[in-house]
């Protein structure tokens, strides 16, 4: 089925930076949030700060925006598209890839293989390439959309081990990435030591985002551990900080 994929190629950029200890930054776009000249601008001003990926979903779409938020991506700035669906019906075949997602945080059986059992035989089919990830929701401070529409409680804010050890069992059962989300718009980002330990734990590229409204705390984040930094709400507020967000986070190494 491989050979149908327009690309195969996202995942190893990921696994790559993740070798060579360079950072990523990815913006998230919300196609209910971001539509017509805004979206232009946002993805503009994202070509030129040479953002890495751009993120596209939302944990409730209202609007039927994603192809063309898709689309507008593609021809405005050539950079991947990588969707981060909220549900099952927010598929594109305009899109590079898809964070095919596990929520491994949650017991909700529809999350971790009903959602994945329905959208199979489209997928099998797709060309979009197909990256497994241990999605972990971690406690940011106040509930999240995210948290109530997929009706989970997140890893406490204070407990690492057990997010040590989801991440852990997420490699174990052969996932290729770890997403650890605060949620969108959470009042208190993933800590630095949570993603510190669960970079211990795992060798996979770590996904971090949820509340990050400053360069700083990017860094810290990328600093922790890491690999890529995502980050949606505050760029919808203020789209000027793409800029020292994504020059703060590339100028991160860990070693
Ligand atoms: C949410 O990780 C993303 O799923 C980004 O969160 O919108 O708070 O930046 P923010």
Redesign the pocket.
């Known amino acids: 089925m491989q050979k149908n994929r327009r690309h195969i190629g996202i995942l190893n950029q990921l696994i790559s930076a993740r070798k060579h200890n360079r950072k990523l930054f990815v913006v ?1 776009l919300d196609p209910d949030h971001a539509q017509g000249q805004a979206l232009e601008q946002m993805i503009d001003k994202g070509k030129s700060a040479e953002v890495d990926m751009f993120f596209v979903g939302g944990s409730l779409m209202t609007s039927d925006g994603m192809d063309d938020c898709l689309e507008t991506i593609r021809e405005v700035s050539g950079i991947p598209s990588i969707l ?1 669906p909220g549900n099952p019906i927010q598929l594109s075949e305009k899109a590079d890839a898809l964070l095919y997602l596990s929520l491994i945080s949650g017991r909700n059986a529809e999350l971790l293989i009903g959602n994945h059992v329905v959208t199979a035989p489209f997928l099998m089919k797709s060309q979009v390439e197909i990256m497994p990830t241990g999605y972990m929701l971690i406690d940011g401070g106040a509930p999240t959309t ?1 948290s109530y529409i997929s009706n989970t409680l997140p890893i406490p804010a204070d407990k690492p081990d057990i997010a040590m050890a989801t991440a852990m069992a997420g490699q174990l059962l052969g996932l290729q990435l770890i997403y650890l ?6 009042k208190n980002p993933v800590s630095a030591e949570m993603i510190a330990q669960v970079r211990k734990a795992v060798d996979l590229p770590i996904i971090v ?4 409204r400053t360069p700083e705390q990017a860094a810290r984040a990328a600093q922790a551990g890491a690999d890529v930094i ?5 760029l919808e507020e203020n789209a000027e900080l793409v800029f020292e967000m994504a020059r703060t986070v590339h100028a991160v190494n860990y070693a």
Do not use: E
């Open positions: 998230l981060f995210v989300d605060a949620g969108s718009g959470a985002g949820g509340g990050i995502v980050v949606g709400n505050q």
